[in-house]
């Protein structure tokens, strides 16, 4: 559970690439024992703020504080405490899998043999750990590169679509496994993906940018809670076509859904309204319900952009 104590702390963050401000103003918490997911369509900002994190990019304005440090000016003290898988994974690919590992545990010090032991077996490559990683797939150099993020011993874990190549129940592995050491160990996650059904599954409380902005954040429940409603009706007999209510006021969209439904977004207003305005126009209800809406559908109307694209290379400018 979160300790409510903060593990990452972003103030006032900002980042401008000449006339374009890539991060615009951002203010954010991940606490102790949290995972956060971090959204946003391709080109929002999420990769440029991990990139400032790690201090890949300096801000333009604002404060990262990682336990208390500032990452700006205390740079050892807070990026000890970090792990971070932000890019597409690099190793040695004439190296195995294990040795790659030994090479980033001795980079931290670590000279017991059985902490790589463990990573590979939590990350799910003990039978190919002597293999090439040049031979290995997307999907085995992104556990890898968790493997290589995790090995530290880190309190914050940063991770930029982790998933990335992975089929269906890997993808769940990796999450269950981060999961669990957010619930064992307090770790703190900051992840960034375009999966919203994991996503929703497995963070405590998500943050959505959108144009460089953080346009939402807060728990799931909450978020979708406050969302305009989506009713779900039926009809009594032929249903009319979506077009009939585009000029109701009150009523934001409305779409087909199966079984001869239709579904409205209203706009301040709810199923009994939505009621009355249908029967006035002679059209019989046979059932009407709130629908919970998902994640996925909140995105959607937040930002206009679907949330189910791949993400695309991050072309962002480097500064070291």
């Not at 150099?141 to 880190?154: D, E, I, M």
Request: aromatic residues 6%.
């Amino acid at each position: 559970m979160p300790t409510h104590s903060p593990a990452l702390t972003l103030t006032g963050l900002t980042k401008t690439f000449g006339r374009h401000r890539a991060v615009d103003d951002v203010t954010l918490d991940v606490n102790q024992g949290e995972m956060v997911g971090f959204l946003g369509p391709n080109g929002a900002g999420k990769s440029t703020t991990l990139y400032m994190i790690t201090r890949l990019v300096r801000p333009t304005a604002g404060s990262i504080h990682v336990f208390g440090h500032d990452v700006r000016r205390s740079p050892v003290e807070a990026l000890r405490h970090i792990g971070a898988l932000v890019e597409t994974p690099s190793f040695y690919g004439y190296l195995s899998g294990r040795r790659n590992l030994e090479l980033v545990a001795r980079v931290y010090g670590i000279r017991d043999r059985t902490a790589v032991d463990e990573i590979l077996a939590q990350i799910g490559l003990t039978e190919r750990q002597k293999d090439p990683v040049q031979n290995y797939s997307q999907g085995m150099k992104q556990r890898l590169g968790l493997g290589a993020a995790l090995l530290g011993s880190p309190r914050l874990l940063l991770l930029d679509e982790p998933t990335n190549g992975l089929d269906p129940e890997a993808m769940r592995e990796i999450l269950g496994l981060v999961r669990n050491k957010v619930r064992q160990d307090g770790l703190a996650v900051f992840i960034s993906s375009h999966l919203l059904g994991e996503v929703e599954e497995y963070c405590d409380r998500v943050a959505i940018m959108n144009g460089g902005k953080l346009a939402c954040e807060g728990h799931v429940d909450e978020i979708l809670a406050q969302a305009d409603p989506v009713v779900r009706v039926t009809f009594s007999g032929d249903r009319p076509a979506p077009d009939t209510f585009r000029t109701l006021e009150g009523i934001e969209t409305v779409v087909e859904a199966p079984g001869g439904a239709l579904e409205f977004l209203l706009t301040g207003q709810d199923s009994a309204w939505l009621n009355r305005q249908l029967l006035e126009r002679g059209f019989p209800v046979a059932t009407i319900a709130p629908k919970q809406r998902t994640l996925r559908e909140f995105f959607l109307a937040l930002t206009g952009t679907p949330p189910d694209s791949p993400p695309t290379a991050p072309h962002t400018p480097r500064e070291v």
